[in-house]
């Protein structure tokens, strides 16, 4: 049974390749209008479509479900019974997950399965799942900035924030440009970017920290709460703002700039509106006029030419966590996380490509980490030096803000969508990112434990 909706599904069965009306009778002939008998093709696949008919595919939200099982239950089993939550999270077990139920591996190897069940109705309703789940996440980042600890240690925050994203957006671009002189340009560079974008969009995701997966591996570190955490959450909140800033600047359309400038001056005026109101209200309204809020700002922000995420970040960097209180974000964050993430990142994974071959895709992944590292903990050294912290201190700091994992995956999936980027070069980035976040456990714990009264040192 699998085997046949996997024929009837699959695009690249025969049937395609042969005409269904009959041919005239010239004989027997030795190309694809005859099968391997002599008989016709035309009867060959009249019989196929009968078999069909009687042995009808699943209804769509069969095959739905199906997807979800999947998508569910392939992550979680191998991070429970192989037990790597050290080395990889669930979170970026699933992110694996996605590139390996992806087209590239799951569907080159297995095509008649991978066709049946993510056949493109089931892909069309995931995608809109991916696009809600990922709209959530960003808002709630966006959330949990906290600009105004920032403001009170402004001084230090300024300058460590500063290096920690300008040296590895000056290696990251500098490694893009490595690329671009080693190989052919439109290898990397989508059917809709420039030269410029390209290499300020691959720095910058070479410079970005994943605030909401740093949150999660301070609480297993267990310095969430420590003055350390708090340190890190001021630089990587700061970060955050400047990168989707960049960003902005990435994607802005000359030729619908009217319209990204009227977003942006509607955007502030119903910031006013939207605080006051969702300040006057009771408690229990705020989760539901902040997800109404967060759909028109995404719903607006991609008409105006910018894309959806950036519209959600700002909707929630627009509010103040404190009206939805600490612990009732972290649950939300842990839901949207366990509930409708893995439906994004297979969708992540839809759009990854191995054309170039895996070498170069994986040579290039190994040139962006470099970058990525070097860069970031070279910017906190740096910092570390002209502030005078102490031994040891620049590089736990440095190892937990070059954490990418979802926010650069978000980030390069923007690139990716506006054409600004390849396939083969999001599916780079992508692999340096899961390299990135991989490494900061291992290396960050046992320093840590070397210098436990570094967590409580506050600045």
């Known amino acids: 049974m699998p085997s046949l909706i996997a024929a009837c599904w699959n695009n690249s069965f025969m049937i395609p390749k042969v005409a269904l009306t009959a041919p005239q009778d010239n004989g027997p002939t030795h190309s694809n209008s005859a099968n391997s008998t002599g008989k016709p093709a035309w009867r060959h696949a009249r019989r196929l479509l009968a078999v069909a008919a009687m042995h009808p595919a699943p209804p769509v939200t069969e095959l739905f479900l199906l997807a979800l099982i999947i998508i569910f239950a392939a992550p979680y089993l191998f991070w429970r019974v192989l037990r790597t939550d050290y080395y990889a999270p669930l979170v970026v077990v699933q992110i694996i997950a996605g590139i390996l139920l992806g087209p590239g591996l799951l569907g080159a190897m297995f095509p008649g399965y991978y066709a049946a069940v993510f056949a493109p109705p089931v892909i069309g309703a995931l995608n809109g799942i991916a696009w809600w789940a990922v709209m959530l996440f960003v808002f709630v980042a966006g959330l949990e900035l906290d600009l105004g600890e920032a403001w009170k240690w402004k001084g230090e ?99 619908r700039v009217t319209r990204q400038l009227g977003f942006l001056i509607g955007f502030a005026v119903a910031v006013v509106l939207i605080r006051r109101l969702i300040a006057a209200i009771p408690q229990r309204d705020r989760w539901y006029v902040a997800l109404v809020w967060l759909a028109a700002c995404g719903y607006l922000a991609d008409w105006s030419g910018l894309h959806y995420m950036v519209g959600a970040f700002l909707a929630g960097a627009a509010l103040d966590a404190r009206w939805f209180g600490i612990d009732e974000i972290d649950r939300f964050r842990d839901t949207v996380l366990l509930a409708f993430m893995p439906v994004f990142f297979l969708s992540t994974g839809l759009k990854t490509s191995w054309a170039m071959g895996g070498y170069a895709a994986f040579g290039a992944a190994a040139l962006l980490l470099a970058a990525m590292i070097i860069g970031k903990l070279a910017g906190i050294g740096l910092a570390g030096k002209l502030l005078g912290w102490d031994k040891g201190e620049s590089w736990i700091i440095g190892w937990l803000l070059q954490t990418k994992a979802l926010i650069m995956i978000i980030f390069v999936n923007v690139l990716a969508d506006k054409q600004i980027i390849t396939s083969g070069a999001f599916t780079a980035l992508l692999l340096a990112a899961i390299g990135s976040t991989m490494l900061t456990i291992p290396v960050t714990a046992p320093a840590l434990k070397r210098l436990e009264a570094l967590t409580r040192k506050a600045g």
Do not use: N
């Not at 970017?193 to 410079?207: D, E, H, K, P, S």
């Open 157 to 255: 925050t300024g300058l460590t924030a500063g290096l920690a994203l300008g040296v590895p957006l000056v290696l990251g671009a500098g490694a893009a440009m490595v690329l671009l002189r080693l190989g052919d340009p439109a290898h990397w560079i989508g059917p809709g970017g420039q030269r410029w974008q390209f290499v300020l969009g691959t720095g910058m995701a070479c410079a970005v920290t994943a605030l909401p997966i740093l949150v999660l591996l301070m609480q297993k570190l267990e310095i969430l709460r420590t003055p350390l955490g708090q340190r890190i959450l001021r630089y990587a909140s700061l970060d955050d703002v400047l990168i989707w800033g960049v960003l902005a600047l990435i994607l802005l359309d000359w030729e």
